[in-house]
């Protein structure tokens, strides 16, 4: 009763707002910063901050309200990191003046951000990661010098969410600092990183003795790793959770092309196929109810499972998909070099989401180390033997 | 064509008499979302667990962790005295669970399949030797739509029935045509003349109906005959004309039944229509539960597994902390997460009525069928040389899962019915 009293006092909000900032007549980036400091950006974030401190169930209300207007959009698709990582790590874990400075062209869309977290050397280990942040003697700022790797939109981005080392002379989790890099400060070279796929989606970063001023520092020196934990619970959500529709995404694709085309159906196909959709569409129900229990102020481990279930029917999905094109299947859509600024998987071709695919059980933590994570963490079994948590990060064999 | 053709059910497969099956195909969404597939998402019900269902699992699953300990279970079937009368009237009238499902004017609890499916877990996790499915749900559901003066027996414990159908039954595909002359079956039961000094209505059942469950502790057996319009009978189980012949059941501690009828008197308490509604209705909530109950199997083993490895030692470690095994628990976790959202939807379909439960108990009774035989599997494999004897309860789990799995339609039947549903066709010929 309370929310549906909400909800539809935001619905009112929204209307008052247009009312007086008619979308059709106001630059596009004018009017996302007034929809900020109207508080009508993220109603779950905090007033001031673009939000009104109420429930994220209630923002779905507001965004129908604006788009029913026809008013732009902040492009989600294109600040995916900013919007699903970036900003919960500053309002989690930033200072006042740091999230006033960067929560708002984060949403607006004005500042793109990107992660700097995994390295060659440091992947599923990411504790282990090499790249020096050196503190300048007296003048309390950093310069940092070491390699990123798998940055996403890097090429776009005005900053970086880095995780670097500030003491390798303690164990590896506990000499990691939290940062803002400005990709913009000279010693910060972003180099296209093609993928089996052809594009360049992600981007190998060189930092050489770039400059990162203190007030950029996100969390205590040596607080890195928590700070980091909680930026890459937030990269599993938003792999893993979102809402969608029955037949939503890559199922409606493969039931589409299964309906369109009944001389491509044999029965090992069929049986794959209505496996694979019983399986996304429970897959779906469990999202649903994870939302549910999120909603109640019940968050449950359930969570975790998503990523790893979502990694695999999008891979056997897409791989169905490709066979059910037919001789189709053949040919590729387009092998250029492309510097894409956002993920275009539904609008290219099924070779293209095959082979795109096979990253959903890499990126934002492999389906592995999730494994080990929900046996350790969830239910409750006993840690691996390890020989690198108590050592200091440069004695370890490299 | 979202139906199947009579030609394409295997013999004895009646169908489905529900409300006009929802248009799936029209939700053919892609990655677009269309104000199709909103909705549809708008309408997914809450599928978490009340706290009044986690009241009622805790009395549940106090009762059976004190009365039905494993050594208890065991004993019992090593004696073969699977039904467990005490307990079952325990948890039947002193608990109130045979009356879940029955409404209050009837002396019921008037609850819904949401709280019937916590207490089927419950019975699940304790491979309990009580006839809670295929009575307080099964025959249950077949005789709410009558109204029948059976219910309040029911309701109060002191009755208990069957439906007297083969407990590997596939709930009958639903049929937008409404019921018409559906009469199911063929059925193994004939219907013939009253006889002399019979009471009016009354009807003589000869035939045998193979592998019904719950047949050995029931008071009153609820009987298709064969014929159009369909009716269903209830039988006196104690008659004279009426022979139950346990057989051995994969599942020791739910049994199974040979029952014989010759020339039993058997009184109709639903004809045509009503009676296919009754039967379909049963078949569907009954998987719908088994569902609900495979997936308090498949926690019980997870449960059971992980406690071993964390315990056992090899090689001067828990064998609980090797990746090999850790990660294969991990897969029986993620399994169980997904088969309860399954669970929890068909619950609340068929507590609303909705007219997508055919979907739920599809997706239901596959995911958690799956999801129990894996984790059971996975329980006797993991325990190692342990989990292989009869003395530990491993193998009950994992007989309680195969069976429950085999129930009222495979998974793989159960995909197949969803096949029809949902409109994604087999291959021609196929």
């Known amino acids: ?398 | 064509m979202t139906t199947v053709s009579p030609g394409e059910r295997p013999p004895g497969t009646p169908r489905w008499p529900a409300a006009p099956l929802l248009r799936h195909g029209a939700l053919a969404a892609t990655a677009d979302s269309s104000t199709e597939g909103a909705r549809s998402r708008e309408a997914v019900p809450d599928l978490r667990y009340s706290d009044a269902e986690e009241q009622l699992r805790a009395v549940a699953r106090d009762l059976l962790a004190d009365r039905s300990p494993w050594p208890a279970v065991l004993a019992r079937v090593d004696a073969g005295e699977a039904d467990d009368v005490p307990l079952w009237h325990a948890l039947a009238a002193d608990l109130g669970c045979a009356g879940l499902l029955i409404p209050e004017s009837h002396g019921g609890a008037g609850a819904s399949y949401r709280e019937a499916a916590v207490v089927a877990e419950e019975t699940g996790r304790a491979a309990a030797c009580v006839p809670y499915l295929t009575s307080a749900v099964i025959a249950t559901t077949a005789l709410l739509g009558t109204g029948d003066d059976l219910l309040a027996g029911l309701a109060a414990g002191r009755l208990t029935a069957a439906l007297a159908i083969d407990f590997a039954a596939m709930p009958p595909a639903p049929d937008e045509g409404g019921m018409g002359a559906w009469a199911g079956g063929p059925w193994p039961v004939r219907v013939g003349p009253p006889e002399d000094g019979d009471a009016p209505g009354l009807a003589r059942l000869s035939g045998t109906a193979r592998g019904v469950a719950g047949a050995l502790a029931a008071d009153v057996l609820l009987v298709p005959g064969d014929g159009v319009p369909l009716r269903l009978y209830a039988v006196a189980a104690a008659a004279t004309e009426v022979s139950r012949e346990a057989v051995a059941s994969l599942d020791a501690t739910r049994p199974l039944a040979d029952v014989t009828l010759d020339r039993a008197p058997g009184r109709p308490v639903a004809s045509g229509e009503p009676a296919a509604r009754a039967v379909a209705g049963a078949l569907a909530a009954g998987a719908g539960m088994l569902a609900s109950e495979q997936l308090g199997v498949a926690e019980r083993c997870l449960e059971m597994t992980i406690a071993y490895v964390k315990e056992r030692r090899q090689f001067a470690r828990p064998v609980g902390s090797f990746q090999a095994l850790k990660h294969r628990l991990a897969d029986v976790w993620v399994a169980i997460t997904q088969a309860r959202a399954a669970a929890r939807y068909a619950a609340a379909c068929l507590a609303a009525g909705d007219p997508d439960t055919p979907v739920a108990v599809a997706l239901a009774k596959a995911a958690c069928g799956e999801a129990a035989v894996l984790a059971a599997q996975e329980c006797v494999q993991l325990h190692g040389g342990i989990g292989f004897t009869w003395e530990h309860p491993a193998h009950l789990l994992l007989k309680r899962a195969k069976s429950g799995s085999l129930a009222l339609g495979t998974p793989d039947r159960h995909r197949a019915a969803l096949a029809a549903l949902v409109d994604l066709p087999p291959p021609p010929g196929g």
């Open chain 1, 1 to 398: 009763m309370l929310t549906a009293d909400q909800a539809s006092g935001l619905r009112q909000q929204v209307r008052d707002f247009l009312a007086g900032h008619d979308p059709a007549a106001m630059p596009r980036l004018e009017f996302l910063r007034a929809r900020f400091d109207a508080g009508l950006a993220w109603v779950h974030y905090p007033a001031g901050l673009g939000g009104q401190g109420l429930s994220r169930s209630l923002q779905a209300a507001v965004d129908a309200e604006f788009a029913a207007a026809g008013a732009p959009d902040n492009n989600p698709a294109r600040i995916g990191i900013g919007l699903g990582m970036a900003a919960p790590t500053i309002l989690a874990f930033g200072t006042q003046e740091q999230k006033e400075r960067w929560l708002r062209p984060l949403w607006t869309g004005e500042e793109v951000w990107c992660q700097l977290f995994s390295e060659p050397g440091a992947g599923s280990d990411l504790a282990g990661l090499a790249t020096r942040a050196v503190r300048d003697p007296g003048g309390g700022n950093w310069r940092v010098t070491g390699q990123k790797v798998w940055t996403s939109i890097a090429h776009a981005a005005r900053w970086g969410l880095l995780l670097a080392r500030t003491d390798p002379g303690v164990p590896k989790h506990a000499g990691l600092t939290y940062f803002a890099c400005d990709m913009t400060v000279p010693g910060v070279e972003v180099r296209p990183l093609r993928q089996l796929t052809g594009e360049a989606e992600f981007n190998e970063v060189f930092l050489t003795d770039a400059a990162v001023a203190d007030t950029d520092r996100i969390g205590a020196v040596g607080d890195g790793w928590r700070v980091a934990q909680g930026t890459l619970m937030n990269e599993r959500v938003a792999i893993g959770g979102g809402a969608l529709p029955r037949e939503g995404a890559t199922t409606g694709l493969v039931a589409a092309a299964w309906r369109k085309h009944p001389e491509a159906r044999t029965p090992g196909l069929h049986d794959r196929l209505i496996r694979l959709w019983a399986d996304a569409e429970v897959a779906r129900l469990a999202g649903v109810r994870l939302r549910q229990q999120l909603a109640a102020g019940q968050p449950g481990p359930e969570g975790s499972a998503a990523k790893i279930v979502f990694a695999r029917l999008n891979q056997e999905l897409s791989a169905l998909e490709l066979e059910l094109a037919g001789a189709d299947g053949l040919r590729y859509d387009d092998w250029t070099l492309r510097r894409p600024e956002s993920l275009s998987f539904f609008a290219r071709g099924p070779g293209y989401r095959y082979l795109r695919s096979r990253g959903n059980s890499i990126e934002g933590g492999t389906s592995e180390i999730l494994r080990g994570i929900i046996a350790e963490r969830v239910l409750g079994l006993p840690a691996e033997p390890r020989t690198d948590t108590r050592v200091p990060w440069k004695d370890l064999p490299r």
